[in-house]
């Protein structure tokens, strides 16, 4: 094994239960970084959609599975003064605008050629100070990154060289909290993570976090997005699709132990304590399709 200092992460959103997909990404990013000698690191992303409870929900599902982490847990609502700080280098070096679209401005003026980036087509780039204050008596404004610059590469360990467009992405949203993208960026450098393993449908983010974190003067990450599961007709896992958390698992008589060997059967990896499935993990071997989840996924197993 190869040791490398450095750290590996999964990064939940508190707003619910994790499903097999969510939980599938988790062992997934547990694999990368152990098998790498990196640390593995859990950061709570709760500056927006928190239902009470979830986290600590999230992280005892997560522990059912025999993951396990590094240091203590890390919540975005903690770090408020560290997003801030990187907000006023970002100003202080000009490279911030106010911007007073809505979401509907920004999805009539623009197609989004690239999954769920919606691309800004630069409307209040370019405000006069007049316009501005006009602006900012009818609603606050949001604040963005004047990006520049055109599309950006990176190199994903199991989907090649991405190039995306690299937006003049959100930093502060107009209700004052700070966005996802500034959050992710400021965090990753500042917990030493340098591999990011997460749903391949955040890859067409990963250009405009990439160019963030060089402005910011902060190290470049290496990337790993993974299949999304997929349920009924091939839409992106979720709720509605049945018992496909731990809990609903459970009472369906499928325990922790077996929602793991499904997870890892379906990764090509052998059952059992996931140190079994480190000895054997080969990031090549990964199948590269989506993971359809169905019914018929658990009942074959329920004991
Ligand atoms: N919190 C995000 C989510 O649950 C993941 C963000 C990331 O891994 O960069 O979808």
Not at 82 to 93: K, S
Not at 237 to 251: H, M, N, S
Request: charged content about 20%; some cysteine; glycine content about 10%.
């Amino acid at each position: 094994m190869q040791l490398t200092p450095g750290a590996g992460r999964f990064a939940p959103s508190p707003s619910g239960d994790l499903h097999v997909g969510n939980l599938r990404t988790a062992v997934l990013a547990w694999l990368f970084a152990r098998s790498t000698g990196r640390a593995f690191l859990l950061r709570v992303e709760d500056l927006d959609r928190v239902r009470a409870r979830a986290e600590q929900r999230q992280l005892a599902d997560l522990a059912a599975l025999g993951l396990d982490w590094d240091g203590p847990v890390e919540r975005q609502s903690e770090r408020g003064p560290l997003y801030l700080d990187a907000l006023a280098r970002l100003q202080a070096a000009g490279l911030v605008f106010e911007c007073f679209c809505t979401r509907r401005d920004i999805a009539g003026a623009a197609s989004a050629p690239h999954g769920s980036v919606a691309t800004y087509p630069g409307t209040c780039r370019h405000l006069t100070d007049a316009e501005r204050d006009d602006r900012r008596r009818q609603r606050p404004p949001a604040l963005r990154l004047r990006a520049g610059g055109g599309p950006v590469t990176v190199h994903d360990a199991l989907n090649g060289d991405y190039t995306g467009p690299a937006d003049d992405v959100v930093l502060r949203r107009n209700d004052g909290a700070v966005a996802y993208n500034l959050a992710v960026v400021v965090d990753d450098a500042a917990q030493g993570i340098d591999q990011v393993v997460r749903g391949d449908d955040l890859l067409p983010s990963s250009p405009a976090q990439a160019r963030l974190a060089r402005l910011l003067g902060l190290p470049p990450v290496g990337y790993a997005h993974v299949p999304l599961a997929l349920g009924r007709a091939g839409r992106r896992l979720a709720k509605r699709d049945g018992a496909v958390t731990l809990t609903d698992l459970a009472a369906t008589g499928v325990v922790p132990a077996t929602v793991r060997d499904v997870i890892l059967d379906s990764l090509g990896l052998p059952a059992g304590p996931l140190t079994h499935a480190l000895a054997a993990f080969d990031p090549g071997a990964l199948p590269r399709a989506p993971w359809t989840v169905t019914a018929e996924t658990f009942a074959a197993r329920i004991s």
